[in-house]
């Protein structure tokens, strides 16, 4: 917890230092010149992006059943101008993600491989506040702090027996589910968020709250950015989740 108050810190900091430095230069302009000659950027903004995204799912405790999904994120976000002399913005929009993560086991038999794979969907609501540093005209540096709500739509576990053998594959893919269980100690195909297949405490929960820190470099209309987050709220018992993201997107 002391290191989320340190970045959410260090992110305040961020956005608050450059429009400080702003505000006192336009200042001394001012008392210099009469007036301010600076030209500052407060023009509201859209934002269309891709990223890739690497989500963090760690148990508390040392488990050998940590998840790290890999996997893109595409975001629309608006930005609102809430003052006329500096360009300090509240951000919000909607973004889709999507994970992938697979595993398998080839060392419980001697003629199979089970393989694991696991494929999730979730859609984030941010609240942001950022600053935009104009450079020059083309150019500039975008830090931002926020909030990020998130809905977890999809997480599908899915379990597979490949067999090198053909006779020994058809056997397997027609395992009834109680076989297949014992076979694999899983179903074939189960839902996160389902407790009867998880169990209590290792059901997901389909709402979390988290915050996120990030930077940005806007050249014209484009647009590259970088942020890290997590979650409040964990996304089950014990399983805490935190989210890194790179991607490419343009301003309209």
């Given at each position: 917890?002391?290191?989320?108050k340190?970045?959410?810190?260090?992110?305040?900091?961020?956005?608050?230092?450059?429009?400080?430095?702003?505000?006192?230069?336009?200042?001394?302009?001012?008392?210099?010149?009469?007036?301010?000659?600076?030209?500052?950027?407060t023009?509201?903004?859209?934002?269309?992006?891709?990223?890739?995204?690497?989500?963090?799912?760690?148990?508390?405790?040392?488990?050998?059943?940590?998840?790290?999904?890999?996997?893109?994120?595409?975001?629309y976000?608006?930005?609102?101008?809430?003052?006329?002399?500096?360009?300090?913005?509240?951000?919000?929009?909607?973004?889709?993600?999507?994970?992938f993560?697979?595993?398998?086991?080839?060392?419980r038999?001697?003629?199979?491989?089970?393989?694991?794979?696991?494929?999730?969907?979730?859609?984030?609501?941010?609240?942001?506040?950022?600053?935009k540093?104009?450079?020059?005209?083309d150019?500039?540096?975008?830090?931002?702090?926020?909030?990020?709500?998130?809905?977890?739509?999809?997480?599908?576990?899915?379990?597979?027996?490949?067999?090198?053998?053909?006779?020994t594959?058809?056997?397997?893919?027609?395992?009834?589910d109680?076989d297949?269980r014992?076979?694999?100690?899983?179903?074939?195909?189960?839902?996160?968020?389902?407790?009867d297949?998880?169990g209590?405490?290792?059901?997901?929960?389909?709402?979390?709250?988290?915050?996120?820190?990030?930077?940005?470099?806007?050249?014209?209309?484009?647009?590259v950015?970088?942020?890290?987050?997590?979650?409040?709220?964990?996304?089950?018992?014990?399983?805490?989740?935190?989210?890194?993201?790179?991607g490419v997107?343009?301003?309209?």
């Open positions: 917890m002391k290191a989320v340190i970045l959410m810190m260090a992110g305040a900091l961020a956005i608050a230092t450059p429009a400080f430095a702003q505000f006192s230069n336009a200042s001394a302009g001012a008392r210099s010149t009469g007036g301010s000659s600076m030209t500052k950027d023009t509201p903004y859209d934002r269309l992006s891709i990223s890739y995204q690497y989500d963090m799912c760690k148990y508390d405790k040392d488990d050998s059943d940590d998840q790290n999904l890999n996997g893109f994120a595409i975001d976000l608006h930005g609102f101008s809430v003052s006329k002399t500096l360009p300090l913005f509240i951000e919000t929009g909607i973004g889709f993600n999507v994970g993560w697979s595993d398998s086991d080839d060392k038999f001697s003629d199979a491989e089970i393989k694991y794979n696991l494929t999730t969907l979730n859609i984030s609501i941010p609240v942001n506040v950022a600053y540093f104009n450079i020059n005209q150019f500039s540096i975008h830090p931002y702090i926020g909030l990020n709500l998130k809905f977890n739509t999809l997480a599908q576990f899915k379990t597979k027996i490949d067999c090198d053998d053909s006779d594959q058809e056997i397997a893919d027609d395992l009834d109680d297949f014992a076979f694999t100690g899983r179903p074939r195909s189960m839902s996160m968020f389902d407790k297949e998880t209590k405490d290792g059901q997901w929960k389909r709402f979390q709250l988290g915050w996120h820190i990030g930077v940005g470099v806007n050249y014209k209309a484009f647009y950015g970088l942020s890290y987050g997590t979650d409040f709220m964990e996304l089950a018992k014990k399983l805490n989740t935190s989210t890194f993201k790179i997107g343009f301003n309209f």
